[in-house]
């Protein structure tokens, strides 16, 4: 049995299944040389890749040169992008694509400068390159497949596997396509050179060059070229093929001539055989041996709508418009322009795209050339379409699933397979456009696999950043362990030095804090002069206590000049009867003047409720007080901080509650004309005051003035109570400065805020209340309790003091014992004013 080399030898073919036969119609374009357009004004250069795998090197404005690369890229895959003259940028922009769908893709577009500069190409021998260098060269020159599919030429030259066979397709099976049979007529040493360096790359046993029988012209130049090449004869022949459509099929022409059959999904290089087009050959010499990148290729240019159809170098980034135009294109109406051949091309609906790679034809038909595109008809499930397809596919099923939007099932019957050749739809009787179903189907397929990559792709990213995330929190977490042992370990070495000196320093401050608060609240009991040093520092302080002082005794003057038109006629009879008891002598006199002090008393206590705490504002008088009780005693007065505003506070509600208990338990204190004479005499033990009965009408006159008093105090105490509430405080803090000297001493006045004063006016009103109950039941009672103070003032001049119970601190338990006396009293004289009255 004879090998697969000894078959190749002897010119064995094998029979590929389905095909057609069309009409060739060749003739119409292959009887002319291969010849150069004129060069044109603009290109429109597609650059897709920008974006994906590569950049582009240009911007707008720039100079280009013939050549020159205009994209860069590093991908497996990547392909650079030339510019096809010399000229300038003149846009980066969307431009509508060679495509079916005439999608717009990233195009430069260069205006020429008419000068079609190259740029600097280097040229160099095989030998004098390695298999890498070579590679390179292909790869930097761009050149990709010149038989339609486009795939970049360096890949397929650089396989994993072996190679024994390699394929050089002439087939060219479509019809009205013939510039592989000029291109071989014309450049058959040429393109033995590209052979011979795709042979020195993949080292094949044999290779063999695919001709159809329908280019005898074609096999034989190529058949002289191989006599005149350096390859061995026995290595390298040419074998013509029957004519068939499609019989140039990667996978047709490889059954036809091994007899073997590429599986789904697999590529020739699997089974040792790699298969390139005569373009490419062509195009791999220009690159190795000249430097030439990829710019132009031979486009045939065809139909009876051409004037001059032919064969023609075009530019890549040519448009089709700029082509036709050059070779007497006459458009007829409904005038169709198809890329490709009739069986697997496609018609554009904008001329205005470029001229790619993979472009080998241009057809413009007229209407006698091709029919109009018949009404779609229902299938008849004949099977032709079967039978001519040369995948061996089911395209009925195919069809079926494509309509119905079923793309998954339509996957299942091996649609990838498909190569479009357009056989079905040729023979299909109901003139169903199936390829144009099967190209849909791929379509929508191939995008559920790019988004699917992409869903991929992001989980990946995703995972990967949440790992990243994980990782960056345990370094973190791994550095605060390592700073926290770190800062453990400095602590046991030496760090409770430097704690020890941070807290004494801490303490420092606190101390110096604590200074200087005890050096601004001093108190010199001894020294008469430092607190008027003290009180020299706050002039302005003391400027405004004083203008305070002044409003409250003008207030006071106010209220005791009304009061003094109402009771003007009661003073002046007082003020009588005082001067005739003061003249009298021996017990008449002493009950004259125990009448005179009731009435006074009486007088008092009504002017007392009225305005009690503006008599004490007056600084002379506090201080006058002051003296005669302790001239020693000698408080300094300093500057008050908030603290100090906060404590004075305080101690003013204090003494106003305990002014509200003297207040009402005054008048039962002064009931006991025992206890009264005894306190007397133990403030002045020299001077005893003889209490006598006073005469009825003296008495009667008394205890009436007291009632009109009191009266009139209950009157005043109702209205007066905001008086009573801001005169407290300047009485109290005059009480508590008891100084040596009598016009430096400053009364610090401390702020009452609203809950004060709500209380102060609460108590106010209990006491207005009380007095008023007070002097209805026992007019005698408030003469009787000041007597004893008074009288001896009257009776012992040279003491003058204001005896004030509210500057006399008591402590809980007095006041306890004091509130339950005056409730006593109270009641003892309630029942006494009764049984008077009866």
Same mark, same amino acid.
């Given at each position: 049995?004879?090998?697969?080399?000894?078959?190749?030898?002897?010119?064995?073919?094998?029979?590929?299944?389905?095909?057609?036969?069309?009409?060739?119609?060749?003739?119409?374009?292959?009887?002319?040389?291969?010849?150069?357009?004129?060069?044109?004004?603009?290109?429109?250069?597609?650059?897709?890749?920008?974006?994906?795998?590569?950049?582009?090197?240009?911007?707008?404005?720039?100079?280009?040169?013939?050549?020159?690369?205009?994209?860069?890229?590093?991908?497996?895959?990547?392909?650079?992008?030339?510019?096809?003259?010399?000229?300038?940028?003149?846009?980066?922009?969307?431009?509508?694509?060679?495509?079916?769908?005439?999608?717009?893709?990233?195009?430069?577009?260069?205006?020429?400068?008419?000068?079609?500069?190259?740029?600097?190409?280097? $040229?160099?021998?095989?030998?004098?390159?390695?298999?890498?260098?070579?590679?390179?060269?292909?790869?930097?020159?761009?050149?990709?497949?010149?038989?339609?599919?486009?795939?970049?030429?360096?890949?397929?030259?650089?396989?994993?596997?072996?190679?024994?066979?390699?394929?050089?397709?002439?087939?060219e099976c479509e019809p009205y396509i013939s510039a592989d049979d000029r291109l071989m007529r014309e450049y058959s040493d040429e393109i033995l050179t590209g052979i011979s360096i795709i042979q020195h790359l993949?080292?094949?046993?044999?290779?063999?060059?695919?001709?159809?029988?329908?280019?005898?012209?074609?096999?034989?130049?190529?058949?002289?070229?191989?006599?005149?090449? $350096?390859?061995?004869?026995?290595?390298?022949?040419?074998?013509?093929?029957?004519?068939?459509?499609?019989?140039?099929?990667?996978?047709?022409?490889?059954?036809?001539?091994?007899? %073997?059959?590429?599986?789904?999904?697999?590529?020739?290089?699997?089974?040792?055989?790699?298969?390139?087009?005569?373009?490419?050959?062509?195009?791999?010499?220009?690159?190795?041996?000249?430097? %030439?990148?990829?710019?132009?290729?031979?486009?045939?240019?065809?139909?009876?709508?051409?004037?001059?159809?032919?064969?023609?170098?075009?530019?890549?980034?040519?448009?089709?418009?700029?082509?036709?135009?050059?070779?007497?294109?006459?458009?007829?109406?409904?005038?169709?322009?198809?890329?490709?051949?009739?069986?697997?091309?496609?018609?554009?609906?904008?001329?205005?795209?470029?001229?790619?790679?993979?472009?080998?034809?241009?057809?413009?038909?007229?209407?006698?050339?091709?029919?109009?595109?018949?009404?779609?008809?229902?299938?008849?499930?004949?099977?032709?379409?079967?039978?001519?397809?040369?995948?061996?596919?089911?395209?009925?099923?195919?069809?079926?699933?494509?309509?119905?939007?079923?793309?998954?099932? #339509?996957?299942?019957?091996?649609?990838?397979?498909?190569?479009?050749?357009?056989?079905? $739809?040729?023979?299909?009787?109901?003139?169903?456009?199936?390829?144009?179903?099967?190209?849909?189907?791929?379509?929508?397929?191939?995008?559920?696999?790019?988004?699917?990559?992409?869903?991929?792709?992001?989980?990946?990213?995703?995972?990967?950043?949440?790992?990243?995330?994980?990782?960056?929190?345990?370094?973190?977490?791994?550095?605060?362990?390592?700073?926290?042992?770190?800062?453990?370990?400095?602590?046991?070495?030496?760090?409770?030095? #430097?704690?020890?000196?941070?807290?004494?320093?801490?303490?420092?401050?606190?101390?110096?804090?604590?200074?200087?608060?005890?050096?601004?609240?001093?108190?010199?009991?001894?020294?008469?002069?430092?607190?008027?040093?003290?009180?020299?520092?706050?002039?302005? %302080?003391?400027?405004?206590?004083?203008?305070?002082?002044?409003?409250?005794?003008?207030?006071?003057?106010?209220?005791?000049?009304?009061?003094?038109?109402?009771?003007?006629?009661?003073?002046?009879?007082?003020?009588?009867?005082?001067?005739?008891? *003061?003249?009298?002598?021996?017990?008449?006199?002493?009950?004259?003047?125990?009448?005179?002090?009731?009435?006074?008393?009486?007088?008092?206590?009504?002017?007392?409720?009225?305005?009690?705490?503006?008599?004490?504002?007056?600084?002379?008088?506090?201080?006058?007080?002051?003296?005669?009780?302790?001239?020693?005693?000698?408080?300094?007065?300093?500057?008050?901080?908030?603290?100090?505003?906060?404590?004075?506070?305080?101690?003013?509600?204090?003494?106003?509650?305990?002014?509200?208990?003297? *207040?009402?338990?005054?008048?039962?204190?002064?009931?006991?004309?025992?206890?009264?004479?005894?306190?007397?005499?133990?403030?002045?033990?020299?001077?005893?005051? #003889?209490?006598?009965?006073?005469?009825?009408?003296?008495?009667?006159?008394?205890?009436?003035?007291?009632?009109?008093?009191?009266?009139?105090?209950?009157?005043?105490?109702?209205?007066?109570?905001?008086?009573?509430?801001? #005169?407290?405080?300047?009485?109290?803090?005059? *009480?508590?400065?008891?100084?040596?000297?009598?016009?430096?001493?400053?009364?610090?006045?401390?702020?009452?805020?609203?809950?004060?004063?709500?209380?102060?006016?609460?108590?106010?009103?209990?006491?207005?209340?009380?007095?008023?109950?007070?002097?209805?039941?026992?007019?005698?009672?408030?003469?009787?309790?000041?007597?004893?103070?008074?009288?001896?003032?009257?009776?012992?001049?040279?003491?003058?003091?204001?005896?004030?119970?509210?500057?006399?601190?008591?402590?809980? %338990?007095?006041?306890?014992?004091?509130?339950?006396?005056?409730?006593?009293?109270?009641?003892?004289?309630?029942?006494?004013?009764?049984?008077?009255?009866?």
């Amino acid at each position: 049995m004879l090998t697969l080399l000894e078959q190749l030898d002897k010119g064995t073919l094998w029979r590929s299944p389905g095909g057609i036969h069309p009409p060739e119609l060749k003739s119409l374009s292959n009887q002319s040389t291969i010849s150069p357009l004129p060069l044109q004004s603009r290109f429109v250069i597609p650059v897709p890749l920008v974006g994906q795998q590569a950049t582009l090197s240009v911007k707008v404005g720039d100079q280009v040169l013939k050549g020159q690369p205009l994209t860069e890229g590093a991908g497996f895959i990547y392909l650079p992008v030339h510019a096809p003259t010399s000229g300038t940028v003149v846009a980066i922009e969307q431009h509508d694509s060679n495509h079916p769908s005439s999608l717009p893709v990233l195009s430069c577009i260069i205006e020429a400068d008419g000068h079609d500069t190259w740029c600097e190409l280097t $040229s160099n021998q095989i030998e004098q390159l390695s298999k890498a260098d070579i590679l390179a060269k292909i790869r930097q020159a761009g050149i990709a497949g010149m038989g339609g599919a486009a795939f970049p030429s360096h890949v397929k030259l650089n396989p994993a596997s072996e190679i024994d066979l390699i394929i050089i397709n002439g087939v060219e099976c479509e019809p009205y396509i013939s510039a592989d049979d000029r291109l071989m007529r014309e450049y058959s040493d040429e393109i033995l050179t590209g052979i011979s360096i795709i042979q020195h790359l993949l080292n094949a046993q044999r290779i063999i060059i695919a001709i159809e029988d329908n280019k005898p012209e074609a096999a034989q130049a190529m058949e002289s070229a191989i006599r005149r090449s $350096s390859l061995p004869n026995d290595m390298i022949r040419v074998t013509v093929i029957p004519t068939k459509y499609p019989s140039g099929g990667e996978k047709q022409l490889i059954q036809i001539i091994t007899g %073997k059959e590429v599986p789904s999904g697999a590529i020739p290089a699997q089974l040792g055989i790699v298969m390139h087009n005569v373009g490419t050959a062509y195009a791999i010499q220009e690159a190795v041996l000249q430097g %030439k990148p990829l710019i132009e290729r031979v486009v045939t240019l065809t139909g009876e709508s051409i004037g001059k159809p032919g064969n023609y170098w075009l530019r890549i980034g040519t448009t089709v418009a700029d082509a036709l135009s050059q070779v007497g294109f006459e458009p007829q109406s409904s005038q169709k322009v198809i890329v490709g051949g009739p069986m697997m091309g496609y018609a554009l609906s904008d001329l205005d795209v470029p001229i790619s790679k993979g472009t080998n034809c241009l057809l413009a038909p007229s209407q006698a050339e091709i029919a109009p595109e018949p009404d779609e008809k229902a299938c008849i499930r004949c099977g032709e379409c079967a039978v001519a397809c040369p995948a061996l596919l089911l395209p009925q099923q195919l069809f079926w699933h494509a309509k119905a939007e079923e793309y998954d099932k #339509a996957a299942s019957f091996n649609l990838k397979d498909c190569i479009e050749c357009g056989c079905c $739809s040729y023979v299909c009787p109901s003139d169903i456009p199936l390829v144009e179903y099967y190209r849909v189907a791929k379509s929508a397929l191939k995008n559920t696999a790019e988004e699917k990559l992409q869903a991929e792709k992001a989980k990946i990213r995703f995972e990967t950043r949440l790992q990243r995330l994980e990782d960056e929190k345990n370094a973190r977490e791994e550095k605060s362990k390592q700073a926290a042992a770190k800062r453990q370990a400095n602590m046991k070495s030496g760090d409770k030095d #430097a704690v020890a000196a941070a807290m004494a320093r801490i303490a420092a401050k606190k101390a110096q804090a604590a200074e200087g608060i005890t050096a601004d609240t001093a108190v010199t009991t001894s020294d008469n002069d430092a607190p008027k040093a003290a009180i020299d520092s706050t002039s302005a %302080k003391k400027t405004a206590v004083n203008a305070a002082i002044e409003r409250a005794k003008a207030k006071k003057a106010a209220f005791a000049a009304q009061s003094k038109v109402d009771n003007q006629s009661d003073v002046a009879a007082v003020t009588t009867d005082i001067t005739n008891e *003061n003249i009298d002598t021996g017990n008449d006199k002493k009950a004259q003047i125990a009448a005179a002090v009731a009435r006074a008393k009486a007088k008092k206590a009504a002017l007392t409720n009225k305005s009690a705490v503006a008599d004490d504002v007056s600084g002379d008088k506090a201080n006058n007080w002051a003296n005669e009780v302790n001239p020693d005693t000698t408080i300094a007065t300093s500057p008050v901080d908030d603290k100090k505003a906060k404590i004075a506070a305080a101690v003013a509600k204090a003494k106003a509650k305990k002014a509200a208990l003297t *207040n009402e338990s005054a008048v039962a204190d002064d009931v006991s004309d025992d206890k009264a004479n005894n306190w007397a005499n133990e403030v002045n033990p020299d001077t005893t005051i #003889a209490a006598s009965p006073v005469d009825d009408k003296k008495a009667k006159i008394a205890a009436a003035v007291a009632k009109a008093k009191a009266k009139k105090a209950a009157l005043a105490n109702e209205s007066a109570v905001a008086d009573d509430v801001s #005169a407290d405080q300047p009485r109290d803090t005059a *009480n508590e400065v008891n100084s040596a000297s009598q016009t430096d001493t400053t009364i610090a006045t401390n702020p009452v805020d609203d809950k004060k004063a709500k209380i102060a006016a609460a108590v106010a009103k209990a006491k207005a209340k009380k007095a008023a109950l007070a002097g209805d039941s026992s007019p005698t009672n408030d003469v009787d309790g000041d007597q004893p103070r008074d009288t001896v003032n009257e009776v012992n001049p040279a003491i003058e003091i204001d005896i004030t119970i509210a500057a006399i601190p008591v402590d809980d %338990k007095k006041a306890k014992i004091a509130a339950a006396v005056a409730k006593a009293k109270a009641k003892k004289l309630a029942n006494s004013a009764k049984q008077e009255e009866l």
